[in-house]
């Protein structure tokens, strides 16, 4: 849709209201939302105001470097650091339904791949068979876990989970936790304290990364902002960019909260996760 709406403004021969009125719709409509669609766009109108720019092929070319230059210079690496501590902890947040357990197994298998032990801590103990899906992941990938009863305090479970690893000598902490809770607790107030107890243990939390469906436009950067006010998010993982999904989600999040997109899905397969390349991004919204 995007890069229909693109083309359609390359086959013009000058540009009039109708050419910003289109790339408005199609930018609005790719989720970037109003915020960056609006600064994109009167960056642009000043320059063909100011005759740097002047025909369509041009305001196509600056939009596509503007929008990738909106998304340069972020670290987008996953932080791994021994020397803070053994073992490392990366919490895996969000809503349910995004795809935060299949998140996990996937990034489990890839850090494994690197040579790293990982243990599994299944501390979303209020969704049903939370626990049963993660051990089914954990004996694909040949990953430790450690699991609590169904409705057990999450807590507990990953303070179990990392001093379990760190007694083993393992490398690599990866805990679920809850998108949603069947009781009066507060889920934000839940996911503080899953990070609070989990640094009592003998580990270091280095990375939470917050997993959002592309498929869910602005409401993402409405979870973005709560997760990331709860738990000091470091990185987003982007799942279901395959198919309809749109993505412009990513400049609202890096723009407005200044969290990288570190990882995308592109599938349902253990290794359909991949590195967040921002100029292939781009390039794929452009070209058809």
Known sequence: MFANATTGVLRRSAIDQATWDDLEEAMLRADLGVKVTTALLDGLRARVKQREITDPVALVAALRSDMASR????????????????????????????????????????????????????????????????????????????????????????????????????????????????????????????????????????????????????????????????????????TKLDGSAKGGIVFAIETELGIPVKLVGLGETIADLAPFEPHEFVDALFDE
């Not at 670290?75 to 795809?99: E, K, Q, Y």
């Not at 607790?185 to 009592?200: G, I, P, Q, S």
């Not at 990364?209 to 409401?219: F, H």
Request: net charge neutral; charged share 20%.
């Open 71 to 238: 998304l340069d210079g972020a670290d987008r690496s996953l932080t791994f650091d021994p020397a803070r501590g053994t073992p490392n902890i990366w919490m895996m947040v969000g809503v349910n339904g995004a795809g935060k357990t299949t998140s996990l197994a996937k990034i489990a298998a890839q850090q494994m791949g690197l040579g790293r032990s990982v243990l599994m801590a299944a501390g979303d103990t209020f969704r049903a068979a939370a626990g049963e899906q993660l051990e089914t992941w954990a004996t694909r990938t040949g990953a430790s876990i450690v699991r609590g009863a169904e409705g057990a305090d999450p807590s507990s479970v990953v303070f179990d989970g990392v001093q379990s690893a760190a007694a083993r000598g393992m490398d690599l902490v990866l805990a679920d936790t809850a998108g949603r809770l069947q009781s009066n607790t507060n889920l934000m107030d839940e996911l503080r304290k899953v990070r609070r107890v989990a640094e009592k243990a003998a580990g270091v939390v280095t990375e939470v990364l917050l997993v959002i469906d592309a498929t869910t436009g602005q409401n993402g950067l409405v979870q973005a902002r709560q997760f990331a006010d709860a738990t000091q998010v470091t990185g987003v993982v982007l």
